[in-house]
């Protein structure tokens, strides 16, 4: 109960803090026409997606089943040529494919493009089930087998434990860009890795408590709270459709409960530097700076104990490089993936 009352204490002032600063509303985009789903995709369930919810740029977007859950959404501009490249967002009370809206801009039409929206966000379903590391790697894993050749992965902040996750488990999963991955603080040992577990069980159990799990979330969600959240992400203002993108995703049917596991801890992977990132053969470039959310404590032991990963340091940013430092980003990218060849 204390824990979750200065949760809502603390969102309160950030809130109050952003309500002066908050943007103006924008009009959002209107949903792209929708695609004929290719023959050989629709023997595996997948449809076009035409939802309330507004495309988060000018592309075709999907969804497949995934046993036990329901749809996970997905877009893609397969008007390209060579190995695909998978786009991952991160993972936040308002996740969605516009985080990585300016890599898929990048790259569209020079390569197959996707960008998947995790379980519980933006355009997949979002229905009041658990939400786990275990189900996230499993849509992972479900989209690379529904792409069905070799990919390159590129995947934001929390999203990069999952996909370092199924990279342990997929081969297809050919290289990993991380752009200021979560798991890679400092070392714990086995009984911080146990308390650490039954503390986000608990927080998670106070969090969804009905009495107050909507009033919450809806603090959470709160255009003021989406903006303070967002400027501890960019050097400068934040970018003025990510945040309004980020309000209508996160008021849409069901928004609230994968979020609320993710402020829980329960999507995190206790010690994922042990149990993830040391585990990773691929090769793997790390983007970072600095991060209000996230520290890079164990980043030189990885590159020093992993000959194919390397590191590359993008200034000035603050988590999201591909809004500021799109050209750097890039720039980055394509000599790591160059480097493969």
């Not at 690379?144 to 992965?153: C, E, P």
């Not at 959470?220 to 303070?228: A, M, N, R, V, Y």
Request: net charge neutral; hydrophobic share 45%; no cysteine.
């Amino acid at each position: 109960m204390l824990t979750t009352l200065l949760v809502v204490a603390a969102l309160g002032t950030a809130a109050a803090l952003a309500q002066a600063a908050a943007p103006a509303t924008t009009q959002s985009a209107a949903p792209t026409a929708p695609s004929r789903v290719p023959d050989a995709l629709t023997a595996q369930g997948v449809t076009v997606t035409g939802n309330a919810l507004p495309n988060a740029f000018s592309a075709d977007r999907f969804s497949f089943p995934l046993a036990g859950f329901g749809r996970v959404g997905y877009y893609a501009d397969t008007s390209g040529t060579g190995r695909p490249l998978l786009l991952l967002t991160s993972i936040n009370a308002a996740a969605s494919a516009y985080e990585v809206r300016p890599l898929f801009q990048a790259y569209r039409g020079t390569r197959p493009v996707y960008a998947m929206e995790w379980p519980g966000f933006a355009s997949s379903d979002r229905p009041d089930i658990r939400y786990s590391p275990t189900l996230m790697t499993r849509a992972l894993r479900q989209m690379v087998n529904l792409i069905g050749t070799d990919v390159d992965v590129v995947a934001l902040s929390l999203g990069s434990e999952f996909a370092a996750r199924a990279a342990l488990e997929e081969p297809r999963i050919r290289t990993l860009a991380l752009i200021s991955p979560t798991g890679l603080g400092a070392a714990q040992g086995g009984t911080q890795v146990a308390a650490a577990t039954q503390k986000a069980e608990n927080l998670y159990g106070n969090l969804s408590n009905p009495l107050w799990a909507s009033p919450l979330y809806t603090l959470i969600s709160s255009k003021p709270s989406i903006f303070f959240f967002l400027k501890g992400s960019f050097e400068g203002r934040p970018d003025d459709g990510l945040v309004e993108y980020s309000y209508v995703t996160s008021h849409q049917p069901g928004a609230r409960y994968a979020p609320l596991h993710f402020i829980g801890g329960l999507l995190f992977t206790p010690d994922a530097y042990t149990q993830l990132y040391s585990r990773v053969t691929q090769p793997t470039l790390v983007l970072y700076d600095r991060d209000a959310f996230v520290n890079f404590d164990r980043l030189p032991e990885f590159t020093a104990s992993h000959p194919n990963a390397q590191a590359v340091r993008v200034t000035p940013t603050r988590g999201l490089p591909q809004f500021e430092q799109l050209g750097k980003v890039t720039a980055a990218l394509d000599a790591f993936w160059a480097a493969q060849k």
